[in-house]
């Protein structure tokens, strides 16, 4: 089970790396999309790296119960998983709803000031993907051997 979610901790960073962090600033890049239309297509995208991230989580979370009653698993390991979590709710829960409210701003026309929110879910974004890393690679120390 160990190897497995060493796996799943890498591939959920794979999937905030390349749905988030390489694909959503992508698509402004391309000139013929409007700011409107990038952000539909950026909702669209979120929604379906978000409910890959959930799969992730799932999985990841039952296997770490399990390795944790059987005492397969420190407290570091959890530890780390739990701080992606704690990141990943803060986002969806918290900055999602404001982003939101801006983007349908945005796609209805009106004029919008600045803001400080993409900044701050970047940011949680790369602490969240940092804090994966880390997981996945400190997962063979951390993780105990099966007895």
């Known amino acids: 089970m160990n190897e497995w979610m060493k796996r799943l901790i890498l591939l959920w ?12 600033p992508a698509k402004f890049q391309v000139e013929s999309l409007t700011r409107p239309v990038a952000l539909q297509v950026g909702r669209a995208q979120f929604l379906w790296v978000t409910y890959a991230e959930i799969a992730a989580i799932i999985v990841i979370a039952v296997m770490v119960a399990v390795s944790w009653h059987k005492r397969e698993l420190n407290a570091r390991f959890a530890f780390l998983f739990a701080a992606a979590l704690a990141i990943f709710a803060f986002q969806h829960l918290g900055l999602m709803p404001l ?49």
């Not at 960073?13 to 959503?24: L, N």
């Not at 803001?115 to 996945?136: D, N, P, Q, R, T």
């Open 13 to 24: 960073t794979g999937i905030v790396i390349g749905g988030s962090i390489i694909a959503a």
């Open 99 to 147: 982003l939101q409210i801006r983007s349908n701003a945005i796609i209805a026309g009106e004029e919008v000031g600045e803001s400080k929110l993409h900044l701050v879910y970047v940011f949680a974004e790369s602490i969240k993907c940092i804090i994966l890393l880390v997981a996945g690679c400190l997962a063979d120390h951390t993780l105990k051997s099966p007895k």
